[in-house]
Each structure stands twice: as structure tokens, then as C-alpha cells.
């Protein structure tokens, strides 16, 4: 049985890369030529947005968005998300629609091929670096002038404790939602570091349904930066209360996975 499993193990796992490499490598040559221009990168954030779809849909696992608000396409917001893995990133990308930018760690960048992408669209940040971070903010700045909304992990790293508990918010992402008047919203995915966790390095697939969390908008009209320890306490309690719910369950089946589909905010 050992044996099975380790056999089936590393077939899912080679399934799984195969189906994230290979939809990529093949649209590599247009992404390539439209990041030439500014007015093109939407048509390329937009590339990427199909290839996280095709290779989710392809890892043969059940993805639940669930939305408790519809978003207005024609309001910017700004969206913190919990960081628990790298299938963050393309989770974000196959649910929020438009040009959605991301503040993401500078070692990105350095990824063969994607990293060219990932570095001209979005923005890194290498976050033990004061001027590193100065410019990331003002490229977050740049970003909602221009009228794309933004999403930043207010973790700011993969915490060891992902899909358990938060790291402590840093400041950033409300500092800018208060001084914009933009509204943040809250997002959780409760197993991504279940189905793709962050072992420095090793990869390992393990078969896990995925679901992600989109939650209603808080509002910051009216909010100064007197009202940031709150806004950020408001959205950390958020996350984290949606994170415990979901951990309680022990997802092993269909039945698990029915569970997982109608738990809700109630």
C-alpha cells in the first residue's frame, strides 16, 4: 500500500506540473512580445489570468469561490489577502477580474521566464530593505492613479503558522485604502498550504480542495490615518476568524468537500 500511494503520489504531482509549466511555456512567445508595450500588458495580465484557471481546473481538485458581495467593476479596491502559499498568487488571479496589480516578494522576479512577466506587470518589493519598500509604495501609489485596484498580503511573507494563524498586519496596504478612500476587502484561502505548502524550496503536491474567500468591502470614506489600528485590527479578525472556521474541518472525501462548499460567514 506504501507503494501505491508513493506511486500515485508522484504521478499527481507530475500531472500537476506538467498542466502549470506547459500552458505557460506555450503562451511564453506572446506574453513575451505584448510586454513590449505598456498598453498591452493588460492583454497579458489577462493571459496569465486563464493559464491559473486552465492549471487549477487541470489539478483535478474542487475550487470553491466564495463571494459574500458582488464587487462594483468600476470601483477600485484594494484587497489583503492571507499569504499561506505560492498558489496565492493564481488563486487571486482566477477570481478577482480586470487589471488587478499585486505587491509580491522581489525573489519573483528571479523565476526563469515568469519572473520577466511577474517583474513588469507587478510590483516587488524585497521587504528587509527600506528603499526597496519606499518604492514598492510609491509604485502602489502609481498603481491607483492609474485606476487599477491592488492586492497586497498584509503578512508580507508565508508565515510557518499558514492556515492556523495570522502573522501580525503590517501597515501598508490600509495606510494606502485611507489616504486613497478606497475600499478594502478582506480575502482568506483556507488551504492552499494544505494542497502546495512552502517547504524552502522542495515541492510537494498533495491532493486538497481549494477554496477562496471573498469578502464583503469595508468602506474607508471618512476614515484618517487615526482610524488605521482599527481598520487593520477589523480585517486581521476577519481572516483569521474565516481561517479557525475552516480549519475546524478535516477534509478527507466528498462528504468533507460538501461541508467545505456551504460553510458560510453565518
Known amino acids: 500500500?506504501?507503494?501505491?500511494?508513493?506511486?500515485?503520489?508522484?504521478?499527481?504531482?507530475?500531472?500537476?506540473?506538467?498542466?502549470?509549466?506547459?500552458?505557460?511555456?506555450?503562451?511564453?512567445?506572446?506574453?513575451?512580445?505584448?510586454?513590449?508595450?505598456?498598453?498591452?500588458?493588460r492583454h497579458v495580465h489577462n493571459i496569465n489570468r486563464g493559464w491559473s484557471t486552465v492549471f487549477l481546473r487541470m489539478f483535478l481538485a474542487p475550487l470553491i469561490v466564495d463571494r459574500r458581495a458582488k464587487l462594483n467593476p468600476k470601483q477600485q479596491y484594494i484587497f489583503t489577502p492571507n499569504h499561506s502559499s505560492y498558489l496565492d498568487i493564481p488563486m487571486m488571479l482566477h477570481t478577482i477580474p480586470g487589471f488587478l496589480n499585486f505587491v509580491g516578494k522581489s525573489s519573483l522576479a528571479k523565476v526563469p521566464l515568469w519572473g520577466k512577466v511577474y517583474g513588469t506587470l507587478y510590483i516587488t518589493v524585497d521587504r528587509r530593505n527600506p528603499v526597496s519598500s519606499a518604492r514598492s509604495y510609491i509604485k502602489s501609489v502609481r498603481t491607483l492613479e492609474q485606476g487599477r485596484s491592488l492586492a497586497i498580503f498584509p503578512e508580507g511573507t508565508i508565515p510557518k503558522t499558514a492556515g492556523e494563524k495570522l502573522m501580525e498586519f503590517k501597515d501598508g496596504p490600509f495606510k494606502l485604502a485611507i489616504e486613497r478612500q478606497l475600499p478594502v476587502v478582506p480575502v482568506t484561502m483556507p488551504y492552499n498550504q494544505h494542497f502546495l505548502p512552502d517547504l524552502e524550496g522542495k515541492l510537494k503536491v498533495?491532493?486538497?480542495?481549494?477554496?477562496?474567500?471573498?469578502?464583503?468591502?469595508?468602506?474607508?470614506?471618512?476614515?484618517?490615518?487615526?482610524?488605521?489600528?482599527?481598520?487593520?485590527?477589523?480585517?486581521?479578525?476577519?481572516?483569521?476568524?474565516?481561517?479557525?472556521k475552516h480549519k475546524k474541518i478535516y477534509v478527507n472525501g466528498y462528504s468533507d468537500y460538501k461541508k467545505i462548499s456551504t460553510l458560510s460567514e453565518a
Open 206 to 244: 498533495r491532493w486538497h480542495p481549494l477554496k477562496i474567500v471573498v469578502h464583503e468591502p469595508i468602506q474607508t470614506k471618512g476614515m484618517t490615518l487615526q482610524d488605521l489600528p482599527e481598520l487593520k485590527a477589523r480585517v486581521f479578525n476577519i481572516i483569521q476568524t474565516e481561517i479557525t
Open 1 to 41: 500500500m506504501k507503494a501505491i500511494k508513493y506511486v500515485s503520489h508522484r504521478i499527481y504531482t507530475t500531472w500537476c506540473v506538467t498542466w502549470f509549466v506547459l500552458p505557460f511555456v506555450v503562451s511564453y512567445p506572446l506574453q513575451a512580445f505584448l510586454l513590449r508595450k505598456e498598453k498591452w500588458w
